[in-house]
């Protein structure tokens, strides 16, 4: 019997869309996307955010006017309700797709743990 488990995650992307956290998500998004301050302030957070973690991989440390900058850029973003309301709705959202995760993959864990009692 030949699978197609492509069409099942397809199927299963679609279904995510009628779901009440990634409803909440994307109005928060949508909210953040049309004012256009949090909208610039959240895309500045998101450069911040990946340069961090690209120091980190290179294990760089940042200057002080970067930190100054990064903190002062959180400050904002923490007073931004329409930047915090997105992040709490993709917290929500990221803990569904971790438990839509923990069961597309519960085979292989049921695997390596058998193995370990073994």
Do not use: C, R
């Amino acid at each position: 019997m030949s699978v197609n488990i492509y069409d099942n995650a397809n199927e299963m992307a679609k279904v995510l869309t009628q779901t009440e956290q990634y409803q909440a998500w994307e109005s928060a998004f949508n909210a953040v996307q049309d004012d256009a301050t949090s909208k610039d302030l959240f895309k500045k957070f998101q450069t911040i955010q990946m340069t961090v973690q690209q120091m980190m991989q290179a294990q760089k440390t940042p200057t002080s006017e970067q930190e100054k900058e990064w903190d002062e850029t959180a400050k904002e973003v923490q007073a931004d309700e329409k930047i915090k309301n997105l992040m709490s709705a993709e917290q929500v959202l990221n803990t569904l797709l971790g438990e839509v995760n923990d069961i597309v993959t519960k085979p292989v864990s049921e695997s390596y743990a058998a193995a370990h009692k073994a």
